[in-house]
């Protein structure tokens, strides 16, 4: 498809001033093929990989219409995990920068209900959430869908795997049946069409394939033994040196066990897996997001939805049961035109996994001799960054320009040693480059940020 300008589609000047400013000039090919129709009003299916840009198409779609000045829950965006209620959400705020005083707020798990409701009862022009905890604001009463105009259901197959399907139908039913419902999935399997049927009307269907000619992913399969994973996973980092690396596990034990094992070869890694509180995963994700780890050991459904760009390669460590999972998980890799690279270990007893996702594949497989790899790394795979934890935040009014004045300024440091700034409401989580960063923990210890004196720590 031809990829069109932004500037050619019928979107408020707002929202133009905001492409502009984050650099979008021309839409992706979902966005080219579904933005139209839902400016049109038409109800949508979409099938889409993740990284295709799906969320700036429903993002700018929902945000158009928007009226300003009426603070009731005006769109729903509904996703199958925290993680990407989160990505979500901000994507959703950069947007909506130049349309003035606009609300979103994520309602998700692992989060307190209390804080959320007090948000609710400020009004919100657009909720983002889970469908559990959505379900529980609206079971209590504390969130009313009475003014809804659009609906999304992103990564819905997702979320049916997940089980949500009745409290999707749950929440629709809280809904007026004169909305705009827009539904983004990877997959299309005969259970998600049934849901379409009863929620959707008379929808126009767009289709973008994950692979492209200028966003190739190469793939790699090694056999191996069951006992050789761990050593065969640092032969495959010693090889290919890939920063940032996903490796995903089969299991939460697996996947922290992993980590451990690559902490001890020298090798920043971390874990993310479902036994982690909220906060603890809002941190991992900020870390591998930032360049402070190397490599994000994650099972799949925690790592569900991790929209982050420029990982280098991504590493089964032990072969996805079925092929829709394999093709989310090397969808991680090759983002934004870059090549990506999937490299998948296969015991003897997972071959027979291997035959859906050859069947998917264009070509035969090709297959390494992981023996041939060197065993470990010739230098430790250390990540470039490291980062500073400021116990400040949002409700504390501090801007990433703040943090960025103080440790150019008195800290003295050069911009260049300033990575990625992430702000929540009680926390700033500041990149810094490795060799300067005890350096900027001192100064920042001894300074003060927009004249407070804040703790500063490194993690």
Not at 55 to 71: Q, S, V
Not at 360 to 387: C, D, F, K, S, V
Request: glycine share 8%.
């Amino acid at each position: 498809m031809t990829h069109v300008p932004f500037s050619s589609l019928p979107l408020p000047a707002s929202l133009l001033q905001s492409l502009a400013q984050l650099g979008y000039e021309n839409t992706t090919d979902i966005q080219a093929s579904a933005l139209p129709l839902i400016l049109a009003g038409r109800d949508l299916i979409a099938q889409a990989p993740t990284g295709s840009g799906k969320t700036a198409a429903f993002g700018l779609g929902l945000l158009a219409p928007l009226n300003p000045r009426f603070f009731g829950c005006q769109s729903l965006v509904l996703s199958p995990t925290r993680e990407l209620a989160a990505q979500i959400t901000e994507e959703l705020r950069k947007l909506a920068r130049g349309m003035g005083n606009i609300k979103i707020v994520t309602l998700s798990g692992g989060i307190p209900f209390g804080p959320q409701a007090a948000s609710l009862e400020q009004g919100a022009h657009v909720i983002v959430g889970t469908p559990g905890r959505v379900q529980d604001h609206l079971s209590r009463g504390t969130l009313q869908l009475d003014s809804l105009n659009c609906l999304v259901l992103d990564e819905a197959d997702r979320m049916l795997d997940m089980g949500f399907v009745d409290a999707i139908r749950e929440i629709v039913g809280h809904t007026p049946s004169r909305r705009q419902t827009l539904l983004f999935s990877a997959t299309y399997p005969p259970s998600l069409a049934q849901l379409t049927g009863d929620l959707l009307r008379d929808p126009a269907q767009v289709k973008v394939e994950r692979a492209s000619a200028d966003n190739p992913i190469e793939q790699l399969f090694y056999e191996i033994e069951p006992e050789q994973r761990f050593a065969s996973v640092l032969r495959l980092l010693a090889a290919n040196r890939p920063q940032p690396c996903i490796a995903f596990c089969h299991t939460r034990q697996q996947c922290q066990e992993l980590a451990d094992y690559l902490g001890a070869e020298g090798i920043s890694a971390q874990a993310l897996h479902g036994d982690m509180e909220q906060r603890e995963r809002d941190q991992v994700l900020a870390l591998f997001a930032n360049q402070s780890c190397s490599v994000l050991t994650a099972t799949d459904v925690a790592a569900r939805g991790i929209d982050i760009a420029g990982v280098a390669a991504v590493i089964n460590v032990e072969l996805a049961a079925d092929p829709a999972a394999h093709t989310h998980r090397i969808g991680r890799s090759g983002r934004a035109g870059q090549p990506g690279l999937a490299l998948s270990l296969v015991a003897p007893r997972e071959l027979k996994r291997l035959r859906p996702i050859e069947e998917n594949h264009q070509g035969p497989l090709q297959w390494g001799e992981i023996e041939q790899l060197p065993e470990r790394p010739e230098r430790p795979l250390i990540a470039p960054m490291r980062t500073l934890a400021v116990a400040g935040g949002r409700k504390d009014k501090l801007r990433p320009g703040d943090l960025l004045g103080a440790l150019t300024g008195d800290a003295g440091l050069p911009g260049d040693a300033i990575g990625k700034i992430s702000i929540s409401d009680f926390q700033a989580l500041v990149a810094i480059r490795r060799e300067q960063a005890k350096q900027a923990l001192q100064r920042l210890s001894d300074g003060k940020i927009k004249g407070r004196r804040f703790k500063v720590r490194l993690i």
